[in-house]
């Protein structure tokens, strides 16, 4: 069996009847997008990542990347091979504007791209994914000079992109950097500092790495309003595009990892490299804010895309794996006939799917945010993206690391061994819920900045939309009714919890940093029954209606991943409400 299979149908059920794919195709910038060019497009993408670097990814694991004396970095064996035909077949460039040399297709699309490849290769994933960000940051921000300099080369995946924000005591605060920059007499900069845990910092995959990286001018004020964004490339370009003079910057040192080893992992150092400031000095922060919710995204999507990958596995060797006999069995029964086995597995496969439409949703409404003719459509969007940004990264990251440690239990002892390679799944996926904003730092965002939107209306919009669904089911009748009274059951769990925070915050800021973890959990709790819910209706509707494109089983499949989720998971916000609404009394009497 190949290593991994991308989910085709799901992928592509999901963009068309969870998110409307269709819809934004009429928008004026993606009519190009049509859901049959994009279902293409994704087939053509998932076969070439499949085939390119899912055999990879567990030689990436065994060799790491590594730093030559030299100060270089040699990724692992067959990397740069892959990373060349992977530019020289257009893919790096789907989702970025036209005007630089993008496809110009939606976040969506490229979302569904990304799972894609981060299933297939994690490690290898991260460098497109931080150039990714490093894009959307001179997007926004970027002069005009500075985005014809850097982004066509960019968006090809000619040169890469870094985003150098943590040093030692700079991490979740990112106010306490420290690194300098003075200014030049020719009006460019000079930084000098050291910044740690540098994703593919150095590389040997591009001819030049643009890195984006945060540091203080003179006069800069303490804290995060202090804070200025530069581009410092490894390579200065000359006026004419070609690559001039190594810039004085390096990598010192790669970290030994837990997992995604083949993602070299750099201590930078800066020594009056030279750097030319993005925007204004000072503004630093609010401009990585403008990129930040497509970086949390991405991330929320790796805990989707390797709990994908292992749950492949899982199956796959519990089909093989034979062991004990099943109630009315006379023989040894393939561990996929015990019922234990099938929660875990169905626990998996119930979990992806919703944090895939999650995810997708969040997509979605960024391209809506920014392409929607309609001012009031766009700041609903906004809005939405806001919520299920904090949502996605937080709920979907940790359940990567959850449902890739459901895929080791599958395999039993087996799992804990190496040679297996699902182990790998388990360690990889451990790194999303730390970087990017911690999940913590998630989840007090979603209960500090984004409950408090337009006085809570944002918030309330956002769940009468789940309530309108749930109620839409229930009147349905037939198999969705029981998944419309248990997502109502849900929306009301919310709401309470929603109340509590927002009546009780004003009195106490630990009130709401308290309950923060256990509501976005709740929350994205929720949010996973909406969008399953969502997909039994359309997939009913699709049944009764010749299948849509879809095979049969595949449509009867979503009833049951709903049913099963609506009525033995969802019921877990009960128990959660309460850790909402204990406020932080118990936390701060303990002792430690
Ligand atoms: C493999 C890897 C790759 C990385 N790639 C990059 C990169 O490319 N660029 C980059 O700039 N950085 C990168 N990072 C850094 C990463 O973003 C930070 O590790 C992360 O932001 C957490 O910072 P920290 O490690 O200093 O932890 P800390 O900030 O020390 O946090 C420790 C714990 O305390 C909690 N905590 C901290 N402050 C608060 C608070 N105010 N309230 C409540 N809880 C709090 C955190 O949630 C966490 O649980 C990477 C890290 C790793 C390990």
Redesign the pocket.
Known sequence: MAEYVPPLDDIRFTLEHVTDLAALAELPRFRHADPATVADLLDEAGRFFAEQFAPLNRLGDVQHSRRNPDGSVTTPEGFTKAYHRYVDAGWPAVPFPPEFGGGGFPWLVGVAMQEELTSANMGFSLCPL?TQGAIDMLLHNGSEAQREVYLPKMVTGEWSG?????EPQA???VGALTTRAVPADDGTWRITGQ?I???YGEHDLTDNIVHLVLARVPDAPPGTRGISCFIVPKYLVNDDGTLGARNSLGCVSI?H?MG?NASP?CVMAYDGAVGSLIGEPKQGMRYMFTMMNNARLSVGVEGLSIAERAYQQAVTYAHERRQGRAPGATADSAIVEHADVRRMLLTMKAHIEAIRGTAYLTAEAVDLARAHPDAVVRAAAHERAEILTPITKGWGTDLGVELTSIAVQVHGGMGYIEETGVAQHYRDAR?AP?????N??QA?DLVGRKLGLRGGAAIRDFVDGIAATADEAAAAGGGLAALGTALGEGVAVLRRATAWLLAKTSTDPNNA?AAATPYLRLAGTVTGAWVLTRGAIAATGLRAGGGGGFPAAFLDQKLVTAHFFATQVLPQVHGLLPAVTAGPTDLFAATF
């Open positions: 931080l870094t985003m150098n924000l943590t991490g979740s605060d910044k845990f540098i994703t970290e990892k995604i992992t790194i730390i970087y990017e904003g911690t913590g730092i007090m940093f």
